[in-house]
């Protein structure tokens, strides 16, 4: 390394020293393996206002990150120094983006290593296994190996976002997934119909790999179920990897006026199948519910969106029925997924996650809101009440007895969500009193079922009385 030797201190630690626990004893100074590098310290802090209390073996490990850095150094002995670094303070982004580099030289360059060579950093990297090539068995036990490190320190830190960029970065080395948009030839056509097939082994290896990857995200999610990070790796990963992950047709073909529907057997699809255990074990797990969708609709929106030039945003999809003009719209999939959040509403009628759901089914499929009046007319008291509490005190005669007790009894409204919507789906039907049905739905909202968004649904009123339904 092109750096002035360090001055002559005793090396009191064997080369296969591992670095302590303590906050303030000296380990890189005094290490053989370091004694040629001449480490930058931090930039004097006097006369800072709110200087940060940096540990004394923290600073020291710092100052030799720098001189690496400078010199661009890639060696094990930095992919060492990182992790230690990211031992003290894994929320460091600049260790963590040093450390890929790192890995990166290590593994692209040719022959071994040395602890003191210096090869160039580079940004990028092609994977040596493509989807037509034999598959790497280096790069594949270097991956594995650093996961397994990656696995330790994600359970340990289960807020750091720093984690799954490595992870996200270290998945894209990976060979390609033919059915990948990233690898499509064309953006009129789906990718698996312009691309061959994996090769048998490059199959059993990345699905060996995603079966892993799903294990992993399960036990991190069973700790923290609503992390943002782990879900939009798990979505990032969805689409790097579709065969294995998203749902598809059985036969896809160009040659069909619309695609094949996946209704059939898609709930057995395990990313399906692990959404649907999610659901079951919290109904109101609203990241499950995104993700449901994700998988069965909105990959097809963010396709079509970003093949189109110039790419559009997801609502003109929709909007303009864009998948329906292409015949990408699974007709028996909407029916089938109207018919599974009906089911799961009225398990939990308030649970807002659902209906949110349920809306974007219905918007993605062109599907009328009105079809829906009465399943949502499920959900108000008898005749159509609106003001009547779900919950009500009835004096019941116990037959052998005579004797009278107060039970609760349910009667009346189950769910504010059908409410709103029925204020819409009445707005739109102007015959028999429908404008003024959806007035006393608003009315209703805001007067007892939503009382701190009065404001909002007395707004409402005024953009229904202009002619407006929402």
Same mark, same amino acid.
């Given at each position: 390394?092109?750096?002035?030797?360090?001055?002559?201190?005793?090396?009191?630690?064997?080369?296969?020293?591992?670095?302590?626990?303590?906050?303030?004893?000296?380990?890189?100074?005094?290490?053989?393996?370091?004694?040629?590098?001449?480490?930058?310290?931090?930039?004097?802090?006097?006369?800072?206002?709110?200087?940060?209390?940096?540990?004394?073996?923290?600073?020291?490990?710092?100052?030799?990150?720098?001189?690496?850095?400078?010199?661009?150094?890639?060696?094990?002995?930095?992919?060492?120094?990182?992790?230690?670094?990211?031992?003290?303070?894994?929320?460091?982004?600049?260790?963590?983006?040093?450390?890929?580099?790192?890995?990166?030289?290590?593994?692209?360059?040719?022959?071994?290593?040395?602890?003191?060579?210096?090869?160039?950093?580079?940004?990028?990297?092609?994977?040596?296994?493509?989807?037509?090539?034999?598959?790497?068995?280096?790069?594949?036990?270097?991956?594995?190996?650093?996961?397994?490190?990656?696995?330790?320190?994600?359970?340990?830190?289960?807020?750091?976002?720093?984690?799954?960029?490595?992870?996200?970065?270290?998945?894209?080395?990976?060979?390609?997934?033919?059915?990948?948009?990233? @690898? /499509? =030839?064309?953006? *009129?056509? %789906?990718?698996?119909?312009?691309?061959?097939?994996?090769? !048998?082994?490059? +199959?059993?290896?990345?699905?060996?790999?995603?079966?892993?990857?799903?294990?992993?995200?399960?036990?991190?999610?069973?700790?923290?179920?609503?992390?943002?990070?782990?879900?939009?790796?798990?979505?990032?990963?969805?689409?790097?990897?579709?065969?294995?992950?998203?749902?598809?047709?059985?036969?896809? @073909? /160009? =040659?069909?006026? *619309?695609? %094949?529907?996946?209704?059939?057997?898609?709930?057995?699809? !395990?990313?399906? +199948?692990?959404?649907?255990?999610?659901?079951?074990?919290?109904?109101?797990?609203?990241?499950?519910?995104?993700?449901?969708?994700?998988?069965?609709?909105?990959?097809?929106?963010?396709?079509?969106?970003?093949?189109?030039?110039?790419?559009?945003?997801?609502?003109?999809?929709?909007?303009?029925?864009?998948?329906?003009?292409?015949?990408?719209?699974?007709?028996?999939?909407?029916?089938?997924?109207?018919?599974?959040?009906?089911?799961?509403?009225?398990?939990?009628?308030?649970?807002?996650?659902?209906?949110?759901?349920?809306?974007?089914?219905?918007?993605?499929?062109?599907?009328?809101?009105?079809?829906?009046?009465?399943?949502?007319?499920?959900?108000?008291?008898?005749?159509?009440?609106?003001?009547?509490?779900?919950?009500?005190?009835?004096?019941?005669?116990?037959?052998?007895?005579?004797?009278?007790?107060?039970?609760?009894?349910?009667?009346?409204?189950?769910?504010?969500?059908?409410?709103?919507?029925?204020?819409?789906?009445?707005?739109?039907?102007?015959?028999?009193?429908?404008?003024?049905?959806?007035?006393?739905?608003?009315?209703?909202?805001?007067?007892?079922?939503?009382?701190?968004?009065?404001?909002?649904?007395?707004?409402?009123?005024?953009?229904?009385?202009?002619?407006?339904?929402?």
């Amino acid at each position: 390394m092109s750096t002035t030797a360090a001055s002559s201190t005793a090396t009191l630690l064997p080369p296969d020293a591992k670095p302590p626990k303590s906050k303030t004893a000296s380990y890189y100074s005094i290490h053989p393996h370091w004694q040629d590098v001449v480490p930058i310290p931090q930039a004097d802090q006097t006369g800072t206002l709110a200087a940060i209390a940096y540990s004394a073996r923290y600073s020291e490990a710092m100052s030799y990150l720098r001189a690496l850095m400078a010199e661009k150094e890639v060696s094990e002995r930095a992919l060492a120094l990182t992790e230690d670094l990211i031992s003290m303070n894994p929320a460091h982004y600049t260790v963590w983006i040093y450390r890929m580099r790192t890995l990166r030289g290590l593994w692209t360059a040719s022959g071994n290593v040395s602890n003191a060579k210096v090869v160039e950093v580079q940004d990028e990297v092609t994977p040596t296994g493509d989807w037509t090539e034999e598959v790497d068995e280096t790069l594949w036990d270097n991956i594995a190996s650093e996961l397994k490190w990656l696995d330790e320190v994600s359970f340990r830190n289960l807020k750091n976002y720093q984690i799954w960029h490595h992870r996200h970065a270290l998945a894209d080395l990976l060979p390609a997934d033919p059915a990948s948009p990233t @690898t /499509s =030839t064309s953006t *009129s056509t %789906p990718a698996s119909e312009t691309k061959p097939q994996l090769s !048998t082994t490059l +199959h059993q290896r990345l699905s060996t790999f995603i079966t892993s990857e799903q294990t992993f995200l399960a036990q991190i999610l069973s700790l923290d179920t609503k992390n943002y990070h782990v879900w939009s790796y798990r979505q990032w990963l969805c689409t790097r990897f579709p065969t294995f992950l998203l749902p598809s047709p059985p036969t896809p @073909t /160009s =040659t069909l006026p *619309s695609q %094949p529907s996946i209704a059939p057997t898609y709930r057995t699809h !395990t990313e399906v +199948h692990a959404i649907d255990t999610m659901i079951h074990d919290d109904l109101r797990n609203n990241s499950a519910w995104s993700h449901r969708y994700f998988l069965l609709f909105g990959h097809h929106e963010l396709h079509h969106a970003q093949s189109r030039t110039p790419p559009l945003i997801l609502k003109q999809v929709n909007d303009e029925r864009l998948l329906h003009a292409a015949g990408r719209v699974d007709t028996p999939l909407i029916h089938a997924e109207i018919a599974y959040t009906q089911t799961e509403i009225r398990k939990a009628p308030q649970n807002g996650s659902s209906w949110n759901y349920l809306r974007g089914v219905l918007r993605h499929g062109a599907v009328a809101i009105t079809t829906l009046r009465a399943f949502c007319e499920e959900f108000l008291g008898p005749d159509g009440d609106l003001w009547t509490d779900q919950w009500i005190d009835v004096e019941v005669e116990d037959a052998h007895t005579a004797e009278k007790r107060t039970e609760k009894q349910e009667l009346g409204v189950r769910s504010s969500h059908a409410v709103e919507w029925l204020s819409e789906i009445y707005g739109q039907d102007g015959a028999d009193g429908g404008v003024d049905r959806a007035r006393e739905c608003l009315t209703a909202l805001g007067e007892k079922w939503d009382v701190i968004r009065k404001g909002y649904w007395e707004w409402r009123v005024e953009k229904l009385e202009a002619g407006g339904t929402k």
